[in-house]
């Protein structure tokens, strides 16, 4: 089991060295935001204790997206992830995580203003519930171009998770927060492809929050329950402050919005998953801190 941190939060590479230092058990998993120009610098200063890669990394202009219905993007999509799992094996990352999907035809924006206006123009309108942040409606996840793109996602990603399987890497397919054209943001799908298929899983707490607040169901229990399939292979661990009537996916510390961080460790802990905070505030923002609350 990997405890660390994802350094999407982290500012430079002189922070990552430090937090290296300071904490000398911690893994760290590569984020989507290193640029490739500075790639080797980061890789040297957390080397052999990098656990897994969020992809793509090193950045690219797009997010993969394995539900398009256009065989081209698929195709992108597929090779882009495949050359981040030669990289994890190189570096000895066991993981390489995933959003697995969207439903639009294209490909997804890395830029975050970018991807926003994208997606409020997609026709995506008749499945939003908030206009803030674009949250989905209740039955978002049951509409048939959801399950058709659903499906298109599963199949394409069972074929990927085989070819990495094959070279020593675990694809883990990540939960996203409830945002219209995001796929995979109830954890019934979660145990729907536990029970359906192979894949493996990154359980990311803080979109499950998020999705919990609009969904109406018990976030301690869905945890519990996805932990309990045994495929979950990383946690992702953040807060924020999502509620009724309060959708935010803000990547804060696990230690604020009364977040129940010690019961979602404990269950971690059983799991047996590997456990990556990824928390947007540096050393400043609590990350230290948080690190501490891991190894304490």
């Known amino acids: 089991m990997a405890k660390g941190t994802s350094m999407v939060g982290i500012g430079s590479v002189e922070e990552l060295s430090h937090i290296a230092r300071m904490f000398p058990q911690a893994s760290f998993e590569l984020s989507y935001n290193r640029r490739r120009d500075e790639l080797e610098e980061w890789l040297t200063s957390a080397k052999g204790r990098i656990a897994s890669i969020h992809a793509l990394s090193p950045m690219r202009s797009f997010f993969p ?3 398009s219905p256009d065989k081209d993007v698929v195709c992108w999509s597929h090779e882009q992830v495949l050359e981040d799992a030669w990289l994890a094996k190189r570096i000895g990352a066991g993981i390489v995580v995933l959003h697995p999907g969207y439903l639009v035809p294209g490909l997804v924006p890395t830029s975050v203003s970018e991807r926003s206006d994208m997606l409020s123009k997609s026709g995506l309108e008749k499945f939003i519930s908030v206009k803030k942040g674009s949250i989905c409606n209740l039955s978002y996840t ?18 990927l998770s085989g070819e990495l399987d094959a070279m020593g890497v675990k694809l883990a397919v990540e939960n996203l927060n409830p945002r219209a054209g995001y796929l995979l943001v109830h954890p019934d799908e979660l145990l729907e492809l536990a029970r359906t298929t192979s894949l493996s899983f990154c359980l990311d707490v803080g979109h499950l929050l998020v999705s919990s607040a609009l969904f109406g169901f018990d976030f301690i229990s869905s945890v519990e329950a996805v932990l309990e399939t045994g495929r979950v292979v990383t946690v992702h661990m953040h807060s924020n402050p999502s509620g009724f009537g309060v959708y935010e996916d803000s990547h804060q510390s696990i230690r604020a919005n009364g977040f129940p961080y010690k019961v979602v460790l404990d269950l971690v802990e059983k799991s047996g998953a590997n456990l990556m905070l990824e928390t947007l505030g540096g050393i400043e923002g609590g990350l230290l801190d948080d690190l501490g609350v891991v190894f304490e």
Not at 142 to 159: G, I, P
Request: charged share 25%; net charge negative.
């Open 142 to 159: 049951k509409e048939s171009e959801y399950r058709l793109a659903f499906s298109s996602m599963v199949e394409n990603l069972s074929a």
């Open 65 to 67: 997206n394995f539900a």
